[in-house]
T-cell receptor, first 110, second 118 residues
Framework: GIQVEQSPPDLILQEGANSTLRCNFS?????LQWFHQNPWGQLINLFY???GTKQNGRLSATTVATERYSLLYISSSQTTDSGVYFC????????????FGKGTLLTVNP | DAGVTQSPTHLIKTRGQQVTLRCSPI?????VSWYQQVLGQGPQFIFQ???????GRGNFPDRFSARQFPNYSSELNVNALLLGDSALYLC?????????????????FGAGSRLTVL
């Protein structure tokens, strides 16, 4: 099956700093989503972005499908940004499921 | 408008018992997917249902089963519980079957049911 690798596994920032999270995947995809999981376990959909670039406030994402990677940018980080960020992909040949990476644990200190 | 609702939120079972978890999708969503998340890992796909039919199944034993009702709500059943079944079980809904179009592909997750098996 498709492999999803996220980096870095852990990231510690001071409030106000910027960061870039990366997601590499091993096969062509027709579905890619970024999620934020808060400390209580709730998964929040941030972006549906199988290709191209999107922005939502301080967050933006870019997927280069031909090179099999996606990036999530967080600018001017806040303590409420803390949590685990997951990249999840749906492979073109098995589009009924999403395969998640192991996530990036982000800690933003005041 | 209510989001995806799951029940119960927490439960404790002993080995060998059976458990049923419930999920109500967002109104208008016809697809429900179930995922298992063990501590420290990303969610892992169990099932997808669309229009009351199973459209996909992950690499889980036959002890795991699910169904979708005419109102699009869903139940996940796990029989003969093992210690390793302890996890957060997540339900997600989407407009349509994954892969059928950009709007249909966005998953919205519920808060999960946290199962502890002793």
């Amino acid at each position: 099956g498709i492999q999803v690798e996220q980096s870095p596994p852990d990231l510690i920032l001071q409030e106000g700093a910027n960061s870039t999270l990366r997601c590499n995947f091993s096969d062509s995809v027709n579905n890619l989503q970024w999620f934020h999981q808060n400390p209580w376990g709730q998964l929040i959909n941030l972006f549906y972005i199988p290709s191209g670039t999107k922005q939502n406030g301080r967050l933006s994402a870019t997927t280069v499908a031909t090179e099999r990677y996606s990036l999530l940018y967080i600018s001017s980080s806040q303590t409420t940004d803390s949590g685990v960020y997951f990249c999840a992909v749906g492979a073109s040949g098995s589009n009924y499921k999403l395969t998640f990476g192991k996530g990036t644990l982000l800690t933003v200190n005041p | 408008d209510a989001g995806v609702t799951q029940s119960p939120t927490h439960l404790i079972k002993t080995r060998g018992q059976q458990v049923t978890l419930r999920c109500s999708p967002i109104s208008g969503h016809k697809s429900v997917s179930w995922y298992q998340q063990v501590l420290g890992q990303g969610p892992q796909f169990i099932f997808q249902y669309y229009e009351k039919e199973e459209r996909g199944r992950g690499n889980f034993p036959d002890r795991f089963s699910a169904r979708q009702f005419p109102n699009y709500s869903s139940e996940l059943n796990v029989n003969a519980l093992l210690l390793g079944d302890s996890a957060l079980y997540l339900c997600a809904s989407s407009l349509g079957r994954l892969g059928s179009g950009s709007g249909a592909n966005v998953l919205t997750f519920g808060a999960g049911s946290r199962l502890t098996v002793l």
